[in-house]
């Protein structure tokens, strides 16, 4: 928290785009992990990587969804002539 708040509101965006760079690379670490786990038993590497590929996930949607959002905000509106 007291490093995003130290960020001046310019560099929101980049920063967020970072944080889902990140996720990205989690998911890909936690779908690797999946693949090398020994899927007939329950062990934690299977627990882990189930775990990191749905958080990330969500993350990396979540981080869209705003994204998205944030840019809706930037762009001009329509005037409606009648």
Same mark, same amino acid.
């Given at each position: ?11 929101h ?10 996720? *990205?690379?989690?998911i ?20 882990? *990587? ?25 762009? #001009?509106? #329509?005037?409606? #002539?009648?």
């Open positions: 928290m007291e490093v995003i708040s130290n960020v001046p509101s310019v560099l965006t980049p920063l967020m785009s970072g944080a889902n760079a990140i996720s *990205g690379v989690i890909i670490g936690g779908i690797i992990l999946l693949g090398h786990a020994d899927l007939t038993t329950f062990n934690l590497r299977l627990v882990l *990587g189930i775990l990191a590929v749905f958080f990330a996930t969500l993350n990396v949607a979540g981080g869209f969804v705003v994204t998205d959002r944030m840019l809706d905000m930037f762009k #001009k509106k #329509k005037n409606k #002539k009648d």
